[in-house]
């Protein structure tokens, strides 16, 4: 099955765009326009708060992780802390990248946050979107939707897509106090640590928490904290 | 069209295509933290023929797949339908995060327009991840598809060390899982349920030397997809 074209949801536009755009800083090259898309993002778990959204409109020449392939240390440092200032300010240097955002807050279990950004391009087949968060009450979790082409949105169709949790493959997953930086821990943990010391040093899709309530005593989580793929659904709107 | 499960039954009336990608490329990744594939099976065969119906019993040949990674049934039956198979592409187990290559060359059997993928998932004791007949794109590009792990049916899950023979109980333990698998567990309470369905995932424990089962909770559970196929048509 294509997990990402589960969900194809197309629907009038809504109500007429407000606003103008306004970033006037880039000047446009020879056949260039603005793509503005709305992307709404919403947590499906029950217990794994996401730490505030990454989101990065690219060309197909650009990935955030690669599957079997080694995290790059701002990804690491995203998926062990949270924090995606270094992952944003790397991305800033690829010209791959044409446009990125960071979400103003924590996304709790059940909540939505919506963002809204323009990229520069000749025409949307350069289009992708990327989004990443932390499931923050795990050791390296990402919860990811990865590089899917906005080449076939029009303007005032909406699109959604079911996001699946990765692990970044840097950390142990021990789940403890000490090494968890989310809510569901002492708030005392560490976030980054270079060491990498997971089961081998590449970024796998998530297999879970096994937390306290199933057996691993090292464990600080609950059964709370347990998810099941899709772990949030990404929706795009094109505006402009 | 109602399909065959195959070796159950077989019925070979599919009409050729006209436009069939003759030769496409096969890459299979183990996205999992620990779950080795048994031989892989890779086939492009005709639309009425299917390897198993999710809901329905398997056939003894899917079984042998599943409970010990044993394809040799099912290639010999694909043979007799003139699928297009590559067995074994990775020549053995398929680590978790390792990658392979199969490329199926139909040729002229234009009539091979599904393709489906089965691998026995260890540990499991009839556990397997499955691409179940999907028509091949014919126009040239790069496609990828999310496997999900699927149970077969015909063997208690009681996640202990035993055997790959079908009808055996247990679960056969090859090199690269002996050294870390658990022993001595007491079984996990189960029975074969009788028909193919999407695997609940493995329970496992954190007893080495005991407890209700010889899998390991922090290394050998998984959450879907359990592979990831990009199929390059050229």
């Known amino acids: 099955m294509v997990f990402h074209k589960h969900l194809w949801v197309l629907l009038p536009l809504a109500a007429t765009v407000a606003g103008c755009h306004s970033d006037t800083e880039f000047v446009f090259g020879p056949g260039q326009q603005d793509y503005r898309y709305q992307i709404t993002i919403t947590n499906l778990t029950a217990g794994q708060p996401l730490s505030p959204a990454t989101v990065v409109i690219h060309t197909a020449d650009w990935q955030a992780f690669a599957l079997g392939d080694a995290a790059s240390v701002a990804l690491e440092t995203l998926a062990e802390s949270g924090d995606n200032s270094d992952f944003l300010a790397t991305a800033g240097f690829d010209s791959g990248v044409l446009s990125s955002d960071s979400g103003s807050g924590v996304i709790g279990p059940g909540a939505s946050e919506q963002l809204t950004v323009t990229a520069r391009a000749s025409n949307t087949t350069e289009l992708h979107l990327t989004w990443i968060s932390m499931p923050v009450n795990t050791n390296d979790g990402l919860a990811a939707l990865q590089g899917v082409p906005l080449a076939e949105l029009d303007v005032g169709q909406r699109q959604s897509y079911l996001a699946i949790g990765y692990d970044a493959g840097t950390e142990a997953n021990t789940e403890t106090a000490a090494t968890v930086p989310g809510p569901a821990a002492s708030g005392l943990a560490e976030g980054f640590n270079p060491n990498r010391n997971d089961v081998r040093n590449a970024v796998y899709i998530h297999a879970g928490v096994v937390t306290q309530a199933d057996g691993l005593a090292s464990s600080t989580l609950s059964g709370t904290q347990r998810w099941d793929n899709p772990i949030a659904v990404v929706s795009v709107e094109r505006l402009q | ?234």
């Open chain 2, 1 to 234: 069209m109602n399909r065959v499960i195959l070796a159950l039954a077989v019925a070979v009336a599919a009409a050729p295509l006209l436009s069939q990608a003759a030769e496409f490329d096969v890459e299979i990744h183990n996205p999992t933290r620990g779950i080795y594939y048994t031989p892989l099976l890779v086939t492009a065969h005709p639309p009425d023929v299917t390897l198993f119906e999710p809901g329905s019993p398997a056939s003894s040949n899917l079984q042998a797949m599943a409970e010990g990674g044993d394809i040799s049934a099912l290639v010999a039956a694909l043979n007799g339908v003139g699928a297009t198979t590559v067995a074994n592409p990775a020549g053995g187990l398929l680590a978790p995060g390792a990658t392979t290559l199969a490329t199926v060359n139909t040729d002229s059997a234009t009539a091979n327009t599904q393709l489906s993928i089965v691998a026995m998932l260890l540990p499991t004791n009839d556990g397997f991840l499955a691409l179940n007949n999907l028509e091949v794109p014919t126009e040239p590009g790069t496609y990828t598809y999310n496997l999900n792990a699927y149970d077969a049916g015909t063997e208690a899950n009681n996640e202990l060390r035993g055997s790959g023979t079908p009808g055996q109980a247990g679960m056969p333990v090859p090199p690269p899982l002996d050294p870390i698998l658990g022993n001595g567990g007491s079984g996990a309470a189960s029975s074969a349920e009788g028909y193919v369905h999407i695997h609940r995932g493995n329970l496992g424990d954190t007893n080495l030397i005991g407890g209700a089962s010889d899998i390991v909770s922090t290394l050998h559970r998984w959450l879907n997809p359990v592979a990831r196929v990009t199929v390059t048509v050229k």
